[in-house]
Structures are given as C-alpha cells and as structure tokens.
C-alpha cells in the first residue's frame, strides 16, 4: 500500500529534528555554566560529542535496535542496520505521513541528548576514556532497548498500553535514575561539601535554559510526528508547564532568601521535563499543574541529595528523573482522548487503569536504568577506572584531559 | 623614606578612592583584584536551590608606593573614600620599601617616586 508523503507534516518534523540536535550543544551549555572555569571545556565536550558518538551509532545499529522489527517484544530486529530500507517512502506502523528516513533522524536527536543529560552526574571528575565506553554501552544496552520498549512497535511497554509522549521514561526518567546510579559508584568530586563549589558562569547557564525551552518545541509538539492539532496542543502544554514551574521555583528560591537566577533556570528545565510524557495527552491547564507540581518535587529532591551527601552534581536526578516521574504518573490522571484520539483517558476522565500502567511504566524504567547503569559503572570502575586521578582532578578536566583551557 | 600602601579595600569602592587620591595628587598606583575575608567572615549567596555560605569574598587591592611624608594624607583619603561604617570596609597595611628604580630612566630612590602635578609638586608651588 503506497502512504503519500505530507509537505507540510514532513517540513514541521525537518524543523523539529533541527530544534532536538540544537537541545544537545543547549544542553552543554546550561551544564558547563554551573561547574567551575577549569571543567567547562570538559563539561561541553561531555554533552556535544555525543552530536558524534549517537550520530554515528545510530546509523550504523541503534537505530535498527530500538525501531526495527520486533523480536519478542524485547529489541528491534536487525533490518536496519546501517539505514539500510530507511529512505523515502514512509514507514506506516510509525509514521504514514512523512519519509521513514525522517522519521529515523527525528528519533536519532533523542538518542543523542539523552546520554548527554547523564553526565551532569558526573562532571569535574570523570576520566573521558571511561566515559565515551560507558555512553556507547549505555546508548546500546540501555537506551536503545528501552526505546524498543516505549516506542518500538510490539515494544512490551507499547503493548501495555504505556502513555510516553515524548519521551519520560526513554528519555528523563532512564537518564535521571541512571545519573544517580553512576554517582553513587564514581563518589563525590574532591572537597564536595566541605567548601562550596560555585558556578563559573551562570549566564551560560541561561542561555542553555532559552535554548533549551525553544528545542523542546521540537521535542514535544514534534513527537505528534505531523503539523496538527495534537502537535499544537503539545507545544502549548509544554510552555505552561515550563512557565508555571519557572514560576513556582522562583518563589521557594525567594521563600529561602532571594529569587536566584539559577533557579528560575532550573525550574523552567525541570517543567519542561515534568511535562514531556504527557504534553500530547494532557491539556494546558493540566500542564499548568503539572509543571507547578514539579518544582516543589524537584527542589526539595535537591535539598534531600545535598542532606544525604551525595555528589549527582548537577541534579540530573533531581531535575530529570523526579520531575519525569510525575509527569508520567499525571498523564495517567491528566490524559484525555479530547486532545488526543490516539492515547487514553487517564484517571479524571474515568480509567483508573491508565493510572496502574503508568505506575508499573515508571517503575521498570527506573529498575531498568538504575540497575544496568549500577552494574556497568561498577565493572568499568573496578576495570579501567572511571575517575582521573586526585592531580587531574585538582588541576581541572580542561587542562589534563583536553589540554586546552576555556578563558586564557 | 619610601613606603608601601597595601589597602583593601571594597569593589564598589574603586572610583572613590582613586578620585580621593587623585584630589590629593597621589596619581600612581596599581590595583589587584582579590579574595579573602577579615572580621567580615563571609556572605550567604542563593543557590540552585536554597542557600551556601561563601567565606572568599572578592575585594579590590590598592597599592601606592610613595615617600613618607605623603603618607598620612593618602592614608586619610583612603579611610574617607572607603568607608561606609560596615564590617567589610577592608583594611590597610603600611610597609617600608628598600629602592625604587625606573625602568626607563633608571633614576634611583625617592626621586623616582615624583610624578608631574603629584602631591609634592602641588607643595613646592604653594
């Protein structure tokens, strides 16, 4: 059966595929303005080399692991492998409307930002050669699995009737849990909490947020895969969302002394997070919620990680995992079939059961991650090493792992 | 006698105090950005989320070399322009100084410290 190709459903996703590649330098940014001046070349290239490692993997197999064709219901098939039968024509079972090969790159720009949110676990310490094995592992073993999983056609979680937008669990929740796990097993950097480690340059920092709220226009709304209403709703609620926590973080900042700047950011981040599973689901006023909720969730996350010393030094947890959680719990209140035909009612609009699937969605991601991330850590640790040593450290990632140096 | 001025002194405290000096005729100086904290201790800054005490806190240095009979009115005009009455106001250190020699002229000594329009020359003409 022939699927004629939508101009205009195939020009909103070449945009958004565009938006989602520019979240990932985004991204390196809104992290390399929070370390100190000696990691901030180091911090970038932990978040843009991945515009190479995933864009390479991709191609090559990841793409045919996540989306190829189901084996069991557990991984895609090896169809695809090097693009191979990914061109023009589309691929109905994902997308009728645009070329499958669209479709694919669209997919390729979340497998690259998603490893790129992990290392704010673990910045300012970890030893480069330790890190590109472990995303390489991670993006194969974890992400491209998971992704079969949520998105997959005959992916178990799909098959359950899972809610994921855009990407909560895939996305968020994998990365989130699994900053956690790598932080526990690669300890705190030096002198964590016994003096405090300032951000060098928060106005990167903010410039990171602006652009990351703009590429998650693409993120979300593009996750409707076609320029209509559901993409149009999507990008609504994922504003709403970004603004009210944007909102509500500024207040607790302000409740605690003073309206940081830095929080504002994060809160904005942490909406834009929050509402990613269940922006196509949900409608803005709910996204209003949604948002308003996650930063509570998300602050006082923070405050119980710096209360248990524990050194995830950039709050991917906090900020990713925490507020994803609970936005895919509040697609199984939230989500209604008046915005989107193609998903489910959620618990207000008369299926608890939506609820329950959510639950146990959240719940094997963050098992999943958490545990498979918890184990390659520790086998690369007790390997090759994952932190550079204590002289490294002191003299800073930029010099004794690029030999370069950001400000001279 | 020749004698160094170390003062710290506030960021926002800069102008001031080279508008004080310059009043007076001291025109030579060099100014470092620092960090450090005396009586002062530190101050509390707003985080990601909630607050963190910093004990560094950055602060300007001035230093002006000069012949000791000006000493006391620089001192006094860095005491006026710097104040504010709040811990944090800085503080100076007075030192001696072996030999000053100019680099292009290689005069040697106090003379080396005479500038034209500085606060000596504005003696002589008085």
Aim: glycine share 12%; aromatic share 10%.
């Amino acid at each position: 059966m022939d699927y004629p190709i939508s101009a205009g459903d195939t020009g909103w996703i070449l945009v958004c595929c565009s938006f989602v590649l520019l979240m990932t330098p985004a991204l390196a940014f809104f992290y390399g303005g929070m370390v100190r001046r000696k990691n901030v070349l180091s911090t970038l290239t932990l978040s843009f080399i991945f515009m190479s490692l995933i864009g390479v993997q991709w191609i090559l197999y990841g793409y045919s692991l996540a989306f190829g064709p189901d084996i069991k219901g557990l991984i895609g098939g090896l169809d695809f492998l090097g693009f191979r039968g990914v061109g023009a024509e589309p691929n109905p079972v994902y997308a009728k409307t645009i070329p499958h090969q669209l479709f694919a790159a669209f997919q390729m720009m979340f497998a690259v930002i998603t490893p790129a949110l992990i290392t704010g676990a673990f910045v300012e310490r970890v030893k480069f050669k330790s890190f590109l094995l472990f995303s390489l592992l991670w993006a194969t073993l974890v992400y491209d699995p998971l992704c079969h999983w949520v998105w997959g056609q005959g992916g178990w979680l799909k098959e359950m009737g899972v809610l994921d937008f855009a990407g909560g669990t895939v996305v968020h929740i994998a990365a989130g849990f699994s900053a956690l796990a790598f932080a526990l097993v690669i300890g705190p950097r030096k002198g964590h909490g016994s003096f405090p480690i300032e951000p060098n340059n928060i106005p990167l920092t903010v410039l990171g947020t602006g652009l990351l709220w703009v590429g998650w226009f693409g993120f979300n709304a593009g996750s409707a895969l076609a320029a209509n209403g559901v993409a149009v709703n999507a990008l609504v609620t994922t504003n709403t969302s970004a603004a009210a926590a944007g909102l509500v973080w500024m207040l607790l900042s302000w409740l605690d002394g003073r309206p940081s700047t830095l929080g504002i950011a994060t809160g904005m981040v942490v909406g834009l997070a929050a509402v990613t599973p269940a922006s196509g689901f949900v409608t803005p006023l709910a996204a209003m919620v949604i948002g308003a909720v996650a930063a509570p969730l998300s602050y006082y996350s923070i405050r119980l990680r710096e209360r248990r010393r524990l050194d995830e030094s950039l709050d991917v947890w906090a900020c990713h995992g925490m507020a994803s959680t609970w936005g895919m719990i509040a697609a199984g209140f939230f989500a209604t079939l008046s915005v989107n035909a193609d998903g489910a009612n959620g618990l207000f609009f008369g299926n608890p059961a939506q609820l329950g699937i959510q639950l146990i969605g959240v719940a094997v991601t963050i098992a999943f991650a958490f545990g498979m991330t918890y184990l390659m850590a520790r086998m690369l640790h007790a390997s090759i090493g994952l932190r550079v040593s204590p002289i490294e450290e002191e003299v800073g990632l930029d010099i004794s792992s690029h030999g370069e140096r950001s400000y001279s | 006698m020749l004698k160094k001025i170390e003062a710290i002194i506030r960021e926002d405290k800069v102008n001031d105090v080279m508008d004080g000096l310059n009043e007076i005729g001291i025109v030579g100086m060099n100014l470092f950005e620092v960090r450090g904290h005396g009586r002062q201790g530190g101050v509390q800054l707003v985080g990601r989320a909630g607050t963190y005490q910093v004990n560094l806190l950055p602060k300007i240095q001035v230093n002006i070399v000069l012949n000791e009979r000006n000493l006391e009115a620089a001192i006094n005009a860095i005491i006026k322009s710097a104040y504010t009455g709040e811990t944090g106001d800085g503080i100076i250190f007075v030192m001696p100084v072996d030999d000053v020699i100019r680099i292009r002229t290689q005069e040697q000594g106090p003379g080396a410290m005479i500038y034209p329009g500085d606060i000596d020359e504005r003696k002589k003409k008085r």
